[in-house]
């Protein structure tokens, strides 16, 4: 049903001839995907389910993967795990079509890539951390505090600021 050199390519033309409510579910495991230039993936697994309705087809993905990020605070790599979950039709026409504007193509193929992409970017943290209780930085010399400890103590208070310090005392 997908295309070997491009696995999120999935041939459904079968589909429009089926009854109403005919559903099938389609594992993936793919070890390693590029989608489009700026996201890598490994471990991509999980089922997409397509089902035929009078609009058209259904297509529902329960999906994972893992990813390498830049951890904010030490700035190393580390790996960021994935996990989407959406629903989409692909319309028989433009009488059916939904706020995603996906028609079924008259060959039957439709490319999961795009949508796949999309959703997994928007799972991404913000902010990606290596781990919760990641030390950063030493603002000093710039050792990563998680592997070395250098010795340097983190200012306190800005210097610039003692004489009001010292009117709030009073």
Same mark, same amino acid.
Request: proline share 6%.
């Given at each position: 049903m997908s295309d070997a050199r491009s696995p999120l390519r999935l041939n459904l033309g079968f589909f429009i001839h089926q009854t109403i409510g005919y559903s099938r579910d389609l594992p993936f =495991? !793919?070890?390693? !995907?590029? &989608?489009?230039? =700026?996201?890598? &993936?490994e471990a991509l697994n999980g089922t997409v389910r397509v089902t035929r309705t009078p609009q058209g087809l259904l297509v529902q *993905?329960? &999906?994972? *993967?893992t990813t390498f990020v830049e951890c904010v605070r030490c700035l190393s790599d580390c790996a960021q795990e994935l996990q989407v979950d959406f629903s989409e039709l692909y319309a028989f026409n433009s009488r059916s079509v939904t706020e995603s504007n996906l028609i079924l193509p008259e060959d039957g193929k439709i490319d999961l890539e795009p949508l796949l992409r999309e959703y997994m970017l928007l799972s991404m943290p913000i902010k990606p951390l290596c781990r919760p209780d990641c030390k950063g930085l030493c603002p000093v010399c710039g050792e990563n505090l998680n592997q070395v400890d250098c010795g340097h103590t983190a200012e306190t208070e800005d210097p610039r600021f003692s004489n009001l310090k010292s009117l709030l005392d009073q």
């Open positions: =495991d !793919i070890p390693q !995907i590029r &989608l489009e230039s =700026d996201l890598d &993936l *993905a329960k &999906l994972h *993967a």
